[in-house]
């Protein structure tokens, strides 16, 4: 269990640092796994890199002109040898060079990186707090016409692609209405990121992001602070007198939103592949481009950094809800997780 503070209340440096560190040995042969997997997916596959970088110009070359481009590009050896330069060099800062976009993957990312992690975080936070809001309001009048209408919403939206619910935006605020702009990220004749041109293009793609991803933390906190209403601290509570908002918020809140932390982390993986699927509906200049063109381009050393990235994102995702969940339980041994 967690040491006690000289002030009752348990201290969670030291768990915390070894959960953390437990974490990262063991992210370590995750990470091999996947990048050794995506190069093995390489070797696999029917397509030839050299072909598709060479492009038109290769039906003509010969065979030695392919050879030599082969040398070059560092496909021209097992996949084994090359997954493990790719690793040995990575460990060095050195991702190699995307064959597709002709540039080094590290600027290919440090270029996109940024809109997309603007994008998610926006995305996520409205998720989690308009699903907070409506699920305590639904639970609060659980049965009424706001529960039922908030859950019904929330499991039609559960049902919606991401991509549908991008281009029904479009259709309804850009084309419809002229509220807010379809896509980019720069205004028409403008190549400068201005803040209020930052504001109006994001406001589209993060709240279709958002209403992806809200069902799940909605009927989460709905059931989670039903179940803690009907708990013997809540009924003692409402037994004592106390106000209704009193109870709901000091004693069955609390509790209630326990099954969120958890759902934080899990719900990483759908939000990185919500988040490639908006951005290529509005054509936000994040990942997504890139993503795509990897796979298209049987470029592997951007698939695999990129693939290597999105790991590391759903660890650090699981990770940050287990921290959260034993900061907010003190039943929980951070120790066991």
Not at 255 to 269: E, F, M, N, Q
Request: with cysteine.
């Amino acid at each position: 269990m967690a040491r006690r503070a000289p002030g009752g209340r348990r201290s969670l440096k030291g768990p915390a640092a070894r959960l953390v560190g437990r974490r990262l040995l063991a992210a370590v042969p995750v990470l091999a796994a996947v990048t050794f997997g995506v190069f093995a997916v390489a070797a696999a596959s029917p397509f030839d890199p050299v072909q598709q970088y060479a492009g038109s110009a290769g039906l003509n070359a010969s065979q030695e002109t392919l050879d030599q481009l082969r040398r070059n590009l560092g496909v021209d050896g097992p996949f084994t040898e090359r997954w493990w330069h790719w690793v040995t060099s990575a460990l060095h800062g050195d991702l190699g060079d995307s064959t597709a976009l002709r540039q080094p993957v590290a600027q290919v990312i440090g270029e996109r990186l940024g809109w997309s992690v603007l994008l998610c975080a926006v995305g996520f936070a409205l998720a989690v707090l308009a699903g907070t809001l409506l699920g305590v309001a639904a639970a609060r009048r659980r049965g009424g016409l706001l529960d039922r209408t908030v859950t019904s919403a929330a499991y039609t939206l559960e049902a919606a692609p991401p991509f549908w619910l991008g281009l029904l935006g479009i259709w309804l605020f850009a084309l419809q209405l002229g509220v807010l702009p379809a896509g980019g990220l720069t205004d028409t004749g403008s190549d400068t990121v201005t803040a209020g041109a930052l504001v109006r293009h994001l406001a589209l793609p993060a709240a279709v992001l958002a209403a992806s991803q809200l069902p799940w933390f909605l009927l989460y906190v709905r059931q989670g602070v039903v179940d803690a209403l009907e708990e013997d601290p809540v009924r003692g509570a409402r037994a004592r007198g106390l106000r209704e908002r009193t109870v709901l918020l000091g004693h069955a809140l609390r509790s209630g939103l326990l099954p969120v932390l958890t759902l934080i982390g899990s719900r990483v993986p759908e939000l990185i592949t919500g988040a490639l699927l908006v951005e290529t509906v509005f054509s936000w200049p994040g990942i997504a481009s890139a993503t795509v063109e990897a796979a298209t381009s049987t470029d592997f050393p951007l698939l695999a950094a990129l693939t290597t990235l999105a790991t590391v994102a759903v660890l650090a995702g699981n990770l940050l809800s287990d921290l959260l969940y034993g900061l907010a339980d003190p039943r929980v041994a951070l120790e066991e997780l």
